[in-house]
T-cell receptor
Framework: NAGVTQTPKFQVLKTGQSMTLQCAQDMNHNSMYWYRQDPGMGLRLIYYSASEGTTDKGEVPNGYNVSRLNKREFSLRLESAAPSQTSVYFC????????????????FGPGTRLTVL | AQSVSQHNHHVILSEAASLELGCNYSYGGTVNLFWYVQYPGQHLQLLLKYFSGDPLVKGIKGFEAEFIKSKFSFNLRKPSVQWSDTAEYFCAVNARSGGYQKVTFGTGTKLQVIP
């Protein structure tokens, strides 16, 4: 099992450019998440998908869109990148609350370090 | 709205010193509590979790945490730290409410262990 994989690992964009961050998990989890990590601010939830076919906004959704392509894949799109979006982005997955017997541990990908100039 | 507070932002300890990192949350309902660790350059990994039962939870690498419901706390402890424990530690709360789960992370505590 690869767990949670993310591509790319690093990316540099110019202001106004667009890009999509890809995430896939092979643990058959229903729920998937996108976080950004910034110094002194911990992890902040951008969007999440409780199950295939649903997506919801998290704490900091502005400037982002997501697509739950299928049960395995959950992508994050920046339509017009801004320097404020310079961050490390983590994708995670877990079982939903009701179904889980393991306390809903989240499994994280290796992250994408994005710089917007 | 639920929130998680980690009061120590940066902790520096010598090897063999004891560690306690504070975590307090605000939420009145049933919660699952977690500590995650992020080693330099790596992604977050689960250290330990509280789901139900014994409030003293033991995790990997000698870490433990105690859930004190009356204090809304879930402090992380280790009796003797090692240089390899240098990392950032995040407390997280899953709140259960009618089948919906909301996850909130604390801002993290950077631990630096000096050999």
């Amino acid at each position: 099992n690869a767990g949670v994989t993310q591509t790319p690992k690093f990316q540099v964009l110019k202001t106004g450019q667009s890009m999509t961050l890809q995430c896939a998990q092979d643990m058959n989890h229903n729920s998937m998440y996108w976080y950004r990590q910034d110094p002194g601010m911990g992890l902040r939830l951008i969007y999440y998908s409780a199950s295939e076919g649903t997506t919801d906004k998290g704490e900091v959704p502005n400037g982002y869109n997501v697509s739950r392509l299928n049960k395995r894949e959950f992508s994050l799109r920046l339509e017009s990148a801004a320097p404020s979006q310079t961050s490390v982005y983590f994708c995670a997955s877990s079982e939903p609350l009701i179904a889980a017997s393991n306390g809903n541990e989240q499994f994280f990908g290796p992250g994408t370090r994005l710089t917007v100039l | 709205a639920q929130s998680v507070s980690q009061h120590n932002h940066h902790v520096i300890l010598s090897e063999a010193a004891s560690l306690e990192l504070g975590c307090n949350y605000s939420y009145g309902g049933t919660v699952n509590l977690f500590w995650y660790v992020q080693y330099p350059g790596q992604h977050l990994q689960l250290l330990l979790k509280y789901f139900s039962g014994d409030p003293l939870v033991k995790g990997i690498k000698g870490f433990e945490a105690e859930f004190i419901k009356s204090k809304f706390s879930f402090n992380l402890r280790k009796p003797s730290v090692q240089w390899s424990d240098t990392a950032e530690y995040f407390c997280a709360v899953n709140a259960r409410s009618g089948g919906y789960q909301k996850v909130t992370f604390g801002t993290g505590t950077k631990l630096q262990v000096i050999p």
